[in-house]
């Protein structure tokens, strides 16, 4: 069919479609009060009424066949048999008004009767429904079965009516026009099951041309055997098959992760509405009937297809973004404390809280400003990475939480972001630890590297800052005496608070410091931490 042309039998199609859903609903509330009635006039006892009732039953069910009948593929042809349309359309009004106005008649009828009958309150409002739509129905038969207008023979009411019916049939006709840009059919692999050989090798065959591979199964057995050999885009899947039915096949199919996301389409001779809802619920993609219409299995399939490869972008894109999410997480994680991630990940906006008990640690590289000023940028940056990537492992070994590095100076915590009880025991463990990584490292023949240490332990607040770069912080008099300890104390000593030594007397041995004055808080008793290795040999 050329471009701009319409397809007569089509549009014959289209016009009687949209009669009958003029027709359909009406008839159907006719139908249903009509049988609400008669059981209720059973129910109450009302038998004189019941010949009337039984009759109108009968009306009104002939009327829905007759409906339903616009839909039967055979009344197109009849349309543009013997007299023409303007026949046909006065035979149909015909035969709509004659079981109407039986339908009218008698229930009148029984409206009359109803004032000797028993029950008449329970029945007179659904036959007073039934007769509304009985009348309005028989009123509209005239404008609702037009089908002149099709061809001329009337007044074209479908330039001044976008309701009409050849309106509606000519927009659904635009509408299901292929457009030159019209979608590429989707090709791929698809297995073929059904235990009728004849049936295979037509589908199969049909599957081939339109450009498919094409694998067959006669049994649910020989299914599994090749889907463990075979990876496909799509299953047709014939429902009646001895031994393993098609149901118990997709229901396998669903149950196994590998296959679960594979998609099926039923096909089968059973039309019952239970076999389609059972497969559709036991996760069939779509269900035909036997024998398949080719231009809706090429459809059916086509769109499954479709989906199936939007489902496979998505799974790719979906695995694709929890790799950056996982490399996203990693990254913070070196930024972050692990549980401040995750409270991050969960929504919280303002991370602040405050720890009753948790040590601190400052170590500051003696000498190393001056060093730095001989050497190169990259020299200078490798030669601190070495040494606080060797405080980095330390840290993570213990459980020590790195806070920040300042220039050559490094700050850590224990006790936080989660509390511990052996906070000031690892503080001194990682105290200890610094000097000794830095006794070991390689210098290349330049003076060994010597570090000052202050620790101290007591109430802090910590939290992040910053919207646009991330920062962990710890704050409070313990940071201050902390890292005034540091500044007072002397190269490769741990110099350390009273609380500090108090928290580790019986572990660790200790020499009196004496007061030291620190900044806002006057005299101040200190303590060097002696590491076990120099206490033995003392």
């Not at 035909?288 to 479709?306: D, G, M, Q, S």
């Not at 052996?422 to 990584?437: Q, S």
């Not at 572990?507 to 004496?514: M, N, Q, S, T, V």
Request: hydrophobic share 45%; with cysteine.
């Amino acid at each position: 069919m050329a471009a701009g042309e319409t397809d007569p039998d089509f549009e014959r199609r289209a016009q009687l479609a949209v009669i009958w859903e003029d027709l359909i609903n009406p008839v159907r509330s006719i139908v249903g009060y009509q049988e609400i009635i008669l059981d209720e006039a059973r129910r109450l006892g009302a038998d004189d009424l019941l010949p009337y009732l039984d009759k109108v039953l009968v009306a009104a069910v002939a009327l829905n066949d007759l409906v339903n009948g616009l839909r039967d593929p055979a009344f197109v042809p009849a349309m543009d048999a013997g007299g023409g349309l303007v026949d046909l359309e006065g035979r149909l009004r015909h035969d709509l008004r004659t079981p109407l106005n039986a339908i009218i008649g008698y229930s009148e009828m029984v409206v009359e009767d109803l004032e000797t009958a028993p029950g008449a309150d329970a029945l007179r409002p659904d036959l007073d429904r039934l007769l509304d739509e009985a009348r309005r129905l028989l009123g509209d038969i005239e404008a609702i079965v037009d089908l002149t207008r099709a061809d001329g023979t009337s007044t074209d009411r479908a330039a001044t009516d976008p309701g009409s019916a050849l309106e509606v049939a000519a927009s659904l006709l635009r509408t299901l026009r292929p457009s030159e840009d019209a979608r590429p059919r989707e090709v791929g692999r698809i297995l073929v099951v059904d235990d009728n050989e004849s049936n295979r090798n037509l589908l199969a065959r049909r599957l081939h041309l339109d450009g498919h591979a094409v694998v067959s199964a006669e049994s649910g057995a020989e299914t599994f055997a090749i889907l463990e050999e075979q990876r496909f885009d799509l299953v047709l899947l014939d429902l009646l098959m001895p031994v393993m039915n098609g149901l118990e096949v997709l229901a396998r199919l669903k149950a196994e992760e590998r296959w679960r996301d594979m998609p099926v389409i039923m096909v089968s001779g059973l039309q019952e509405n239970d076999a389609v809802l059972k497969c559709i619920e036991a996760g069939a993609e779509d269900y035909l009937p036997k024998p398949c219409n080719v231009v809706l299995l090429r459809a059916r399939i086509n769109a499954c297809l479709e989906r199936a490869r939007w489902r496979e972008r998505e799974r790719v894109y979906l695995a694709q973004l929890e790799v950056e999410k996982a490399k996203s997480d990693r990254l913070l994680r070196n930024i972050l404390p692990h549980p401040v991630v995750l409270r991050l990940n969960e929504g919280e906006t303002a991370i602040a809280d405050g720890f009753g008990a948790a040590s601190i640690l400052f170590a500051d590289i003696v000498g190393f400003t001056p060093a730095a000023a001989s050497m190169t940028p990259s020299r200078l940056v490798g030669k601190l990475d070495r040494i606080f990537s060797a405080f980095d492992a330390l840290a993570l070994d213990l459980g020590v939480e790195k806070i920040k590095t300042i220039g050559d100076a490094y700050m850590a915590a224990t006790g936080l972001p989660e509390p511990r009880h052996d906070h000031v025991e690892a503080i001194a463990d990682f105290a200890i630890g610094i000097l000794d990584a830095l006794r070991s490292f390689d210098n290349d023949g330049e003076p060994p590297l010597r570090v000052r240490i202050g620790v101290h332990t007591g109430p802090v607040v910590a939290g992040v800052i910053g919207r646009h770069k991330f920062i962990y912080d710890v704050w409070g008099d313990t940071v201050n005496v902390a890292s005034r300890l540091e500044s007072h104390g002397l190269p490769d000593h741990i110099h350390v608070s009273a609380e500090v030594r108090d928290a580790l007397v019986g572990r660790f041995a200790f020499e009196p410091r004496g007061a030291v004055m620190l900044k806002g808080k006057g005299a101040t008793p200190a303590f060097f931490l002696i590491p076990p290795k120099m206490s033995a040999a003392g």
